[in-house]
């Protein structure tokens, strides 16, 4: 008895709830009353920020709380702290009550990075010979054999290579109708995947094998390709670079690649370095510098003037043989870089620039 007395109560409590804002000329959406307002649009990581919620009726309601991606954002002397996770595209919500009935009111914002990027240069210590023919989209080193995958529908390759001498150990061709991309290895498997046929390839490293195929989630294409040990990050052409599980290739979220002035989409092939993402930014001849956890890009590498100690071969293209292909190495504690249709693979020590 007392139980439906209660639910009696709550459902009376709900009708005169919408009888209220109807009475009022309103609707049955109450939040259309309320508006976040920030004082400041740009928005960093970290950041304090002056925030209000206006209401434009002047209806009385309960103390209101801020939440961005599912968390609790501090909030002091009607000052929010931007301490979240992750950056990019983000939506606030603010949650309050009226007449003891849940109301939500979101406002879309822009999450950007605290600091400028650092600017990185490079001092090649070895150069070695390789295929002007390969139009590199990705590069992986394992167990000290270089990987490498090509692009180009009728050219795409994976291929197993000795990297000092350049000599081919082991090739297999992709189907004429696909554009291999990126490649990383990872628990004894190797994946590939494809530009625009949203599909990918999953390989035994020793023999090229084809094991299986997977296709994409809601990630747009297929581009670079990397590993932290236990999940795969993906980039698309867009500001995201999404995580992969190994097993079933499905997608379990993304970050979004932004500096702090604005979110950025050039992400192209992929190599994981100690919690960082080394990303080649898509026809330059530079390399972001990413944090694998929020996505702000920290650092940005200048590759300039390593183009012009290539020698320019019958598949060269001004438009498209630009930088791409970064592997790092780990017992040498150096990456090692390419470009498409490169005739030279350089091996590269990364530093602050003076």
């Not at 002397?77 to 009935?101: H, P, S, Y």
């Not at 747009?220 to 995580?243: A, H, P, Q, V």
């Not at 930014?281 to 530079?286: A, G, H, L």
């Not at 030279?344 to 990364?350: G, S």
């Amino acid at each position: 008895m007392k139980h439906e007395l209660k639910t009696m109560v709550k459902l009376l409590s709900f009708i005169g709830f919408l009888l209220f804002f109807l009475g009022c000329g309103g609707d049955a959406d109450p939040s259309k009353y309320f508006s976040i307002q920030l004082e400041d649009n740009k928005l960093q990581q970290n950041q304090k920020v002056g925030v209000a919620l206006k209401n434009k009726k002047d209806i009385e309601i309960s103390e209101v709380h801020y939440y961005m991606d599912g968390e609790e954002l501090p909030l002091e002397d009607g000052k929010l702290t931007m301490n979240v996770k992750t950056l990019g595209n983000k939506t606030l919500v603010a949650k309050f009550n009226i007449e003891e009935q849940p109301i939500e009111v979101e406002e879309k914002i822009r999450l950007l990075a605290a600091s400028t990027p650092e600017i990185y240069t490079y001092d090649v210590i070895n150069t070695y010979p390789h295929d002007p023919m390969a139009y590199t989209q990705g590069l992986e080193f394992n167990n000290g054999v270089l990987y490498e995958s090509t692009g180009k529908r009728g050219a795409s390759t994976v291929r197993k290579i000795n990297f000092e001498t350049g000599e081919i150990l082991k090739k297999i061709d992709l189907e004429n109708t696909f554009f291999g991309e990126g490649i990383t290895i990872l628990n004894n498997k190797l994946y590939q995947l494809t530009w625009q046929s949203r599909m990918g390839f999953v390989y035994n490293p020793e023999n090229l094998e084809q094991i299986k195929t997977f296709t994409y989630g809601e990630s747009r294409e297929g581009w670079g390709l990397c590993n932290d040990g236990e999940k795969l990050y993906k980039s698309d052409g867009t500001e995201k670079i999404w995580f992969l599980d190994p097993e079933t290739l499905e997608e379990q979220g993304y970050i979004e690649t932004v500096t702090n002035k604005s979110i950025f989409n050039k992400a192209n092939e992929l190599e994981y370095v100690n919690g960082k993402i080394y990303a080649n930014v898509y026809q330059k001849e530079s390399m972001m510098i990413i944090d694998a956890t929020s996505g702000a890009i920290e650092g940005v590498v200048n590759f300039g003037g390593l183009k012009n100690k290539v020698n320019r071969g019958p598949e060269w293209d001004d438009t498209n043989s630009v930088l791409n292909g970064v592997a790092y190495h780990k017992e040498k504690e150096t990456f090692f870089v390419t470009g498409k249709n490169w005739d030279k693979l350089f091996e590269v020590k990364i530093r602050k620039k003076d």
